[in-house]
């Protein structure tokens, strides 16, 4: 059985404004998320600021997300969406059920369904 290939990542910071103008957002305890529709191939983008702590927490929280994200998204990934997720302090501490279970719920009442 071939793995599925991860989603496409958004690099450019004009794509992640664009995510965050678009005005679909959602916090949750563990993460937030910007989407925006798009007419293209699903493509994902994760942040974490520098509030939640130095290099080395960023990128654990980051990594985090992507696994999260994995998770969630690698058997049915939404079709035509530009997601970004945004770590918070929250996003270390968390487990990982609830992470996941975050992941889901934001993507839910952003109407991004998965």
Do not use: Y
């Not at 998770?71 to 079709?79: E, G, K, M, T, Y």
């Amino acid at each position: 059985m071939a793995a599925t290939p991860p989603l496409p990542r958004i690099a450019v910071r004009r794509d992640f404004l664009a995510a965050a103008a678009s005005g679909l957002r959602s916090a949750e305890p563990g993460l937030v998320l910007q989407a925006r529709r798009t007419g293209q191939p699903t493509r994902i983008g994760f942040t974490v600021t520098r509030k939640v702590g130095n290099a080395v927490v960023r990128n654990r929280a980051r990594r985090r997300l992507r696994a999260a994200a994995d998770a969630v998204l690698r058997r049915q990934p939404p079709i035509g969406w530009d997601l970004v997720l945004i770590g918070r302090a929250g996003t270390l501490d968390r487990e990982f059920a609830l992470l996941c279970a975050d992941l889901r719920r934001a993507l839910a009442r952003t109407g991004v369904g998965a």
